[in-house]
């Protein structure tokens, strides 16, 4: 069983930047494949980005290309979600997931998840 905490949420101006970081523990978490998903109120949780257990390969959403980069740090079993040139539309409450396979696109359904961490992006 793998264990996700979620930090780093809160309130910032748009062009600004966040990073948020999800402490995983319990399971070989080091191996998993790890990302993060975003939802707002009234839609589906959607993925943002994934990256596999070594970080050869990464999977970014369309909508944060070029923003937002997805970083692990396997001796310290963390994964981090550097967001940069912050928007309006990206407020949503993010959440930290895991899975054993790495899926590359949207389709991804991880096993485990965190609780989630609110970002809050002002115009």
């Known amino acids: 069983q793998v264990q996700l905490v979620e930090s780093g949420g809160g309130l910032v101006q748009a062009g600004g930047s966040l990073r948020l970081s999800c402490a995983a523990s319990g399971g070989t978490s080091s191996s998993y494949a790890m990302g993060w998903f975003r939802q707002v109120p009234g839609k589906e949780r959607a993925l943002v980005t994934e990256i596999t257990w070594s970080g050869s390969r990464r999977y970014y959403a369309n909508s944060v290309k070029g923003r937002f980069t997805i970083s692990r740090d396997n001796a310290k079993n963390t994964v981090y979600l550097q967001m940069n040139s912050l928007k309006p539309e990206d407020t949503a409450v993010y959440y930290c997931?895991?899975?054993?396979?790495?899926?590359?696109?949207?389709?991804?359904?991880?096993?485990?998840w965190g609780q989630g961490t609110q970002v809050t992006v002002s115009s």
């Open positions: 997931a895991a899975d054993e396979r790495y899926r590359g696109d949207s389709s991804w359904d991880p096993d485990y």
